[in-house]
């Protein structure tokens, strides 16, 4: 039987927004965390694979934590990404929402700095950062870390790069007993480095349900493609999901810009995310994605850190990653909070060879998702077509008179017989 958070130690206020939220029951990775975390002096390595809870595993230990009397920056999470940042400082907020007196900023790159620094003159107790943004911040002395006590690296593998070469500058302003907290989906030999050269002697490595990498509740498969037919078997597997929620995962920028003009062309509900977007782009997208306007978003890796929509049903990786631990960041973006999910990797022959790698490598099972027939996809374009058609807009400013003789053309056919001569006029185009 699993534990209550107020057996963890989470004190009164917090628990009330909690039971707000309707977050009732902790997860593995929150009962092991968190009490040590304001029990315990040991810094802390969190190993979990991602939508456990990790973001809750130390917020809400972090935010008890904090002494509201003392107007000084007593924590700092650092984040890969501004899109992870705000969702932490979202989630941070709606944690601490009854204690009276607590200032959370963030303050990430890909906007404006100087609202930032305004907001960073004010008494700020947590800062949620990007790496970059936060080392711009400390050269303009615009953030004064020299009394925080806590320092968090969220998804420390997203930004291995990033913190090898920017570490140094950060730790330096903090005070040397500070404690570090180390959370991540996967443990690479960088982060093991990180580990040794960053957080004490004494650290505390925890991990849940790590026996598989992969979340318990994906269904992971594959399906084999020659290139030219790639995108028509991507739709139709679109089309038999309709109205469900699903993320693309593309290698590239060129690639998602691509794909997702291709998806717009046939009227699918979507939209593209990739960092060369303008910051404003990128977070109406993210909006219109949470909010359900468009059901499908289609992503460079990165771009889409901090993407935490309980309900996506499906993940395709149309392009095979590089590497295994972009698979598990990748697929954990479904199934999340205990739901089920899918994600579904478009090969082409040749690749074939390395399922068996991932397989190995991050202890999941793949099953083959059978090609469509050739009819089952024309078939699917048909409807495509037929969405199109409906989603169509109507050109005013087509002449009367022509719109008069298009109709003389056409008013003795009744409406099915109209659909017919369209619909054989169509098949008859697509197969010339």
């Known amino acids: 039987m699993s534990k209550q958070f107020s057996e963890l130690g989470i004190s009164k206020p917090i628990l009330a927004a909690l039971s707000e939220m309707k977050i009732l029951e902790p997860t593995e990775i929150q009962q092991k965390v968190i009490p040590l975390m304001l029990t315990n002096a040991n810094d802390i390595v969190g190993l979990a694979k991602t939508g456990t809870g990790k973001t809750a595993a130390f917020g809400l230990p972090l935010v008890q934590l904090i002494d509201v009397e003392k107007a000084v920056v007593q924590a700092v999470i650092i984040v890969p990404t501004r899109e992870l940042g705000q969702q932490i400082h979202t989630n941070l907020e709606q944690y601490s929402k009854n204690i009276?007196?607590?200032?959370?900023?963030?303050?990430?790159?890909?906007?404006?700095?100087?609202?930032?620094?305004?907001?960073?003159?004010?008494?700020?107790?947590?800062?949620?950062?990007?790496?970059?943004?936060?080392?711009?911040?400390?050269?303009?002395?615009?953030?004064?870390?020299?009394?925080?006590q806590f320092l968090v690296l969220d998804e420390a593998d997203e930004m291995v790069t990033i913190l090898k070469d920017s570490l140094d500058e950060i730790v330096a302003e903090i005070p040397k007993n500070h404690r570090t907290f180390l959370f991540s989906a996967t443990l690479p030999g960088v982060i093991k480095q990180l580990i040794q050269n960053y957080l004490s002697k004494n650290v505390v490595e925890i991990s849940a349900n790590m026996e598989t990498?992969?979340?318990?509740?994906?269904?992971?498969?594959?399906?084999?493609?020659?290139?030219?037919?790639?995108?028509?078997?991507?739709?139709?597997?679109?089309?038999?999901?309709?109205?469900?929620?699903?993320i693309i995962f593309c290698k590239t920028k060129a690639a998602v810009n691509k794909l997702a003009k291709n998806l717009a062309i046939n009227k699918f509900s979507s939209g593209a995310l990739h960092g060369s977007l303008s910051q404003g782009i990128r977070d109406r997208i993210m909006g219109q994605f949470r909010e359900g306007h468009i059901n499908i978003l289609i992503a460079t890796d990165l771009a889409a850190r901090g993407i935490d929509v309980a309900d996506v049903s499906f993940v395709v990786n149309y392009h095979l990653p590089d590497v295994y631990e972009t698979y598990v960041h990748r697929s954990g973006r479904t199934a999340r909070a205990g739901a089920k999910g899918l994600s579904l990797t478009v090969l082409q022959a040749e690749e074939v060879v390395e399922i068996a790698k991932f397989e190995k490598e991050l202890g999941i099972q793949f099953s083959e998702f059978k090609k469509p027939s050739e009819s089952s996809i024309e078939e699917s374009n048909t409807i495509l077509w037929a969405n199109k058609i409906f989603k169509t807009k109507p050109n005013h400013e087509v002449g009367i008179e022509l719109k008069s003789k298009v109709k003389t053309i056409f008013h003795h056919l009744t409406k099915d017989e109209l659909i017919e001569k369209l619909l054989a006029h169509h098949l008859q185009q697509n197969n010339t």
């Open 100 to 148: 009276k007196g607590i200032s959370i900023a963030v303050t990430c790159g890909g906007i404006p700095i100087k609202p930032q620094i305004e907001r960073l003159k004010t008494p700020t107790h947590v800062v949620v950062a990007t790496p970059g943004r936060l080392i711009d911040l400390i050269q303009r002395k615009a953030v004064d870390l020299k009394e925080a």
């Open 213 to 246: 990498l992969g979340n318990q509740g994906i269904d992971h498969q594959y399906i084999v493609v020659d290139p030219i037919e790639k995108l028509n078997v991507l739709m139709h597997y679109l089309n038999s999901r309709e109205g469900q929620r699903g």
